[in-house]
């Protein structure tokens, strides 16, 4: 495996599974991930997994017995996880886990563990080579987002209910979409304009019964009159909404903070500034085209220097289990041990999802639990040659003194502990 083939498989993908065939052309083989539609297998419908919730709070399961919402989340993280774990797509998949960061739905919102897996599917997968404005309202419309930053109980005060009930405005999906899915505060937006959007998105609302689960536009609670949104005047009705996504979507300031993102997740923790300006340019000319975007970053000369940023916890385990390559029924619980490593899968804290700077992962006690954890796991993959392992993982990343470390371990467990708590694979 040469520098560059390793370069792709691990900053760009989750690194190389087992003895996987070697991209001959890395660029063309990265490329190439990102034509045709997404391969992920189905899941749960949307309206299994209100029936799911709804099961749970009327005829609650047994002490001891799982809830159902629980057993259906197990199963949808469990999925993302082996998905990850043994595509052949690692770019596409990679693209899907950082997008989904950026809208960060958490476990927090409720039934999140409900429809996770569906937003996931219907609202991220299909969009991350289109374009940002599709994503961006799908996002928006599903459930999960709805529920989880409240949109769907906002209520508009001049509507007919807010009217009737004295209620009002929640503002908290309209200020999370401007803060970090959209603008960021750097684009100079004011209070007055956050209010304002929830104005506007006051009435997406969520319809959870079996025949139609999914998004429902509710005119009872939406805000009437026309909306001037930084600068811009939008409609009355769900029209006006979607407009001014639109808006947003294509702003300069959204270009170049989706562009401070990628290249901060793909190349490095302090972005290079010429290289964010580069990939804005390639969003605000294509009108926020997500595949050129990433093509864009595939070509920075930026993208191919040696690997700095350090994996977090979702993309080290992802990394060891591609690089073991064990059995399905000898794999540990992959969305477990994300867990114990301090990084749970739809468990972010807050709305800005996990962070992607090295500072945020390499506490000493964080660091301690991975070096605990590839103890563990070695013993698990002890029939592993550890040299083995360590070439076709990090081939010629590995350095000379961790290659002659492995290559002297005392047994195969250690080597292989050696070989999953070093720089070297910390890093992507």
Not at 63 to 69: D, V
Request: charge should be neutral; hydrophobic fraction near 40%; include cysteine.
């Amino acid at each position: 495996m040469d520098n560059i083939a390793a370069q792709a498989l691990i900053r760009f993908g989750f690194g190389r599974r087992g003895q996987q065939d070697l991209p001959g052309d890395p660029a063309a083989w990265l490329r190439s991930q990102l034509s045709g539609p997404d391969r992920s297998p189905p899941g749960p419908s949307l309206a299994d997994g209100f029936a799911a919730f709804k099961q749970d709070r009327e005829d609650p399961p047994p002490p001891g017995t799982p809830r159902r919402t629980g057993t259906l989340f197990k199963g949808e993280v469990d999925a993302l996880v082996n998905q990850a774990v043994t595509t052949d797509t690692p770019f596409r998949e990679r693209l899907v886990w950082f997008w989904a960061n950026h809208f960060t739905v958490s476990l927090r919102g409720g039934r999140t563990a409900a429809v996770g897996g569906d937003y996931i599917r219907t609202a991220i997968r299909p969009n991350v080579t289109g374009k940002f404005g599709d994503m961006l309202l799908a996002v928006m419309r599903h459930p999960a987002m709805l529920l989880y930053l409240d949109g769907a109980f906002s209520v508009g005060p001049n509507s007919p209910a807010g009217l009737k009930n004295h209620r009002g405005l929640n503002e908290n999906l309209a200020r999370e979409c401007m803060e970090l899915h959209t603008l960021s505060p750097a684009s100079g937006y004011t209070q007055e304009d956050v209010t304002n959007f929830a104005r506007l998105i006051t009435g997406w609302s969520v319809a959870n019964d079996a025949e139609s689960a999914g998004f429902r536009f509710r005119p009872n609670i939406h805000e009437p009159g026309e909306i001037t949104l930084m600068g811009q005047t939008f409609p009355p009705g769900e029209d006006g909404g979607v407009a001014a996504l639109a808006f947003l979507a294509n702003h300069p300031a959204t270009h170049k903070h989706l562009a401070t993102k990628l290249v901060q997740h793909f190349v490095a923790d302090d972005p290079p500034p010429d290289a964010v300006r580069h990939v804005a340019g390639v969003l605000r000319d294509t009108g926020g085209d997500l595949r050129e975007a990433a093509l864009a970053v595939v070509a920075l000369p930026a993208a191919w220097r040696p690997l700095t940023k350090l994996r977090g916890p979702q993309d080290y385990v992802l990394a060891a289990l591609r690089a073991a390559d064990l059995p399905d029924d000898k794999r540990p619980d992959g969305a477990a041990i994300m867990r114990g490593l301090g990084q749970p899968m739809f468990g972010a804290p807050f709305p800005i999802g996990w962070p992607d700077r090295a500072p945020e992962w390499a506490g000493p006690e964080l660091m301690m639990r991975r070096v605990d954890w590839a103890y563990g796991f070695a013993g698990r993959s002890a029939a592993l040659d550890p040299v083995q392992v360590a070439d076709a993982s990090l081939g010629p990343l590995l350095s000379a003194d961790t290659a002659q470390q492995i290559k002297s371990a005392g047994s195969r467990r250690d080597g292989l502990t050696l070989l999953f708590a070093s720089p070297e694979f910390q890093r992507r």
